[in-house]
């Protein structure tokens, strides 16, 4: 029990004084604030378990990925309470077991003394290839999401494929992620507003989806620095 307590323990040492309180302060003021509204307690469950993974992979620690598969099923439930079928398919069949991937995958990338990973980018080619790939992709799901009448296909398709595009980064320790993260997350928070305002109870997922964006360009700007260091 002493070794499972000192190996948690190691993996949240080295996150700086300032992100030991801001990210704290995140995750209290949305639980208090779901909690004033009445928010669906499943959401406000999904949106901590989130945001945690999300802070967790940002600072490259594998603990993360413990956190994104509790989320993922949080989640995963919400998107099939909104119709969002799209969603729902992505988390189950894609981010859960690529999520158990990505520990293992991690593990063999660690830096040395360090609980964090070593992180990379992508050549100019690879780049072209996915981005391509992903935009025929999203043509497709968006016509398959509108045959099955699914809540809005169009922003539903693409952070679908793009959700799949950035979880594939994330498991190969790339910087791109971060890229795909600020569109998946801004047109994410788009459609929860609305489904907010369309009468779901589910503003706990309006501040998760809000948290990552602004996250996204905070752990981009973070490993961007650090691959320029190397």
């Known amino acids: ?15 700086g004084k300032y992100e030991r309180i801001i990210f704290p302060f995140i995750l209290l003021f949305i639980l208090i604030l779901s909690i004033v509204l009445k928010d ?21 620690r ?4 413990f956190f994104g598969l509790a ?23 894609y981010y859960f077991p690529m999520q158990i991937y990505g520990i293992f995958k991690w593990r063999n990338h660690l830096k040395k003394n360090s609980p964090e990973i070593i992180k990379v980018r992508l050549s100019n080619k690879e780049r072209y290839i996915y ?13 398959i999401l509108f045959a099955l009448n699914g809540k809005n296909p169009v922003p539903d398709a693409i952070t679908s494929i793009f959700s799949i595009l950035g979880m594939l ?15 998946v997350n801004g047109i994410s928070l788009i459609m929860w507003i609305q489904a907010y305002f369309d009468g779901s109870n589910c503003f706990a997922t309006v ?9 996204a360009f905070y752990f981009l700007r973070a490993w961007k620095k650090e691959i320029r260091d190397l």
């Open 62 to 65: 594998i603990i993360c990925y």
């Open 169 to 183: 980064f994330t498991v190969k320790r790339c910087v791109e992620q971060w890229y795909v993260w600020i569109i």
């Open 71 to 93: 989320g993922t099923l949080c989640y995963s439930y919400i998107s099939f309470k909104n119709g969002l079928y799209g969603n729902l398919a992505l988390y189950m069949c």
């Open 207 to 215: 501040l998760m989806w809000l948290v990552y964006f602004i996250l």
């Open 40 to 60: 669906n307690p499943i959401a406000v469950i999904s949106a901590i378990f989130g945001i945690s993974y999300t802070i967790l992979a940002g600072k490259g």
């Open 1 to 15: 029990m002493n070794n499972v307590w000192k190996c948690f323990c190691n993996e949240f040492s080295g996150i």
């Open 131 to 143: 981005f391509f790939s992903a935009v025929l992709l999203t043509v497709l799901l968006t016509l």
